[in-house]
């Protein structure tokens, strides 16, 4: 288990992000050209399909936070890290994320699951 590594603090942070000019730059931080983005609801392609699902998760949650609840557990290019949306005290979903590095350290994919 290691400390939240940078680049998953990015992408957390850019879910956070209400500003669409920061956000992009996050996830420029922390995005692979051509990386992947999937979950029960959605399969995306590309930065600009994740940041319009993130505008549209933002909108139907307002005020809400996303945070990585526990330390990451992460071997070679692979890391998974459980995380959590809430609003004040009550969490609106919770799940864990799995991701795999591309070879410059930024994320190549994302699976996303949901708690039950």
């Known amino acids: 288990m290691t400390p939240t590594p940078p680049v998953i603090a ?7 992000c209400a500003d ?7 996830l420029a931080a922390c995005w692979a050209p051509g990386a992947t983005y999937t979950d029960p609801t959605v399969a995306l392609s590309d930065a600009d ?12 949650r307002p005020g ?9 557990d ?11 949306a809430h609003l004040d005290d ?4 919770s799940g864990f994320d799995c991701v795999q590095f591309a070879a410059d350290g930024r994320l ?4 996303g699951f949901f708690d039950v």
Not at 20 to 26: H, N, V, Y
Not at 49 to 60: C, D, N, S
Not at 64 to 72: F, K
Not at 90 to 93: C, D, F, I, Q, R
Request: aromatic share 12%; net charge positive; hydrophobic share 50%.
């Open 74 to 84: 992460a071997h070679h290019d692979w890391a998974w890290f459980r995380w959590r």
């Open 10 to 16: 990015d992408y957390v942070a850019a879910w956070n």
């Open 90 to 93: 009550s969490t609106l979903v």
């Open 108 to 111: 190549q994919c994302v699976v």
């Open 49 to 60: 399909e994740l940041q319009a699902h993130i505008v549209g998760k933002q909108r139907g």
């Open 20 to 26: 669409p000019t920061r956000r992009a730059a996050l």
């Open 64 to 72: 809400a936070v996303i945070e990585v609840t526990g330390p990451v």
